[in-house]
Nanobody, 125 residues
Framework: QVHVVESGGGWVQAGGSLRLSCQVS????????MAWYRQAPGKQRELVAR???????NYADFVKGRFTISRDNAANAVYLNMDSLKPEDTAVYYC???????????????????WGQGTQVTVSS
């Protein structure tokens, strides 16, 4: 069973920085996708950034140029460096990992998908 734990959230003033960490345990893969999502009160969960096994990165428009996602396969972890934080970045940030691999000789795929419990980020103006 895959277990995901986020850390690094907290309170910061606008313009400040935080670094979120996501530690994965239970399975060690070159995860197909490792991603950060966020959910603000009263809003739907939204993708912030994702990084693939080949290190391709995608960012939501609202964080481009301010946030950087990275991963450490040896540590089974993914990180999110957040700079120039804004009050509208206030949310619970969630880590998600996803991986598919061939499960049997017939080529059937087994998918591993796991979420953490989230870490609160609060940015004050």
């Amino acid at each position: 069973q895959v277990h995901v734990v986020e850390s690094g959230g907290g309170w910061v003033q606008a313009g400040g920085s935080l670094r979120l960490s996501c530690q994965v345990s239970g399975r060690t893969f070159n995860w197909n996708v490792m991603a950060w999502y966020r959910q603000a009160p009263g809003k739907q969960r939204e993708l912030v950034a994702r990084i693939t096994s080949s290190r391709m990165r995608n960012y939501a428009d609202f964080v481009k140029g301010r946030f950087t996602i990275s991963r450490d396969n040896a540590a089974n972890a993914v990180y999110l460096n957040m700079d120039s934080l804004k009050p509208e970045d206030t949310a619970v940030y969630y880590c998600n990992v996803n991986h598919k691999q061939v499960a049997d000789i017939r080529g059937a795929l087994k998918e591993y998908d796991a979420w953490g419990q989230g870490t609160q980020v609060t940015v004050s103006s």
